[in-house]
């Protein structure tokens, strides 16, 4: 499993899924893992799409994917939404996309019940770079609804003192809540580290970096 930056290079097409990945894309990923990569149509959604020994579920619109396939290396694209992998020593993997709207509409909870209905049991998870709290301002009514789901532990603060949405704190919660264990967090936030992570919100970048998780 690997969590990208700056350092791997811009590993999507400005956040939108093409048919055709450019061949520097391409080159870019198979020098992070040389597999297949499995990639999505995110929508912000709580989709999870279960990878089957020939690759089907690429291309799918989903916010994560689950596999026992060992020859595949999932993916999803981030620029500030939290990537996210699963996984369970009987040999099941996960990665999911999490932002604000997918954390409200459950993603986590479907990817860890994903990952259970392969057959993995001891779910353990790792969050990588994301937009921390201070740096997230974040409108009433939409932190209102976060809470509702997850609780006030995702009301943050900026470095302002406005209202925030606290992206990594939601994420630990939704995996209390379904069960499974954080054992990394890379506790770094993309707009802060300007130097190492792409940011949308606080930069307009239009590249991606994310997280690939492969099995062996
Ligand atoms: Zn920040």
Request: proline letters at 4%; aromatic letters at 6%.
């Amino acid at each position: 499993m690997r969590f990208t930056g700056r350092a791997e290079g811009d590993l999507g097409h400005g956040g939108e899924y093409v048919e055709q990945v450019d061949p520097a894309v391409e080159a870019r990923r198979r020098a992070v893992v040389d597999r297949p990569w499995i990639w999505l149509r995110q929508v912000h959604g709580d989709r999870i799409v279960t990878v089957d020994p020939a690759g089907l579920g690429a291309g799918e619109v989903a916010d994560g994917s689950v596999t026992r396939e060992p020859t595949v290396a999932l993916s999803v694209l981030t620029a500030d939404c939290a990537p996210v992998a699963l996984a369970a020593p009987e040999g099941v993997i996960a990665v999911v996309h999490a932002g604000w709207r997918g954390l409200a509409s459950g993603v986590i909870a479907r990817a860890v019940e994903a990952v259970r209905a392969c057959g993995g049991q001891t779910v353990v998870a790792a969050v990588g770079p994301c937009i921390h709290a201070e740096c997230y301002e974040f409108g009433a009514g939409d932190l209102d609804a976060v809470a509702a789901a997850l609780g006030d532990s995702v009301r943050g603060q900026t470095t302002a003192g406005r209202p925030a949405l606290d992206l990594p704190a939601g994420v630990r919660r939704a995996l209390v809540l379904a069960g499974a264990e954080l054992t990394y967090d890379a506790d770094v936030c993309t707009a802060c580290a300007a130097d190492a992570y792409f940011s949308h919100r606080a930069r307009q970048e239009s590249e991606r970096q994310g997280v690939v998780a492969w099995l062996g």
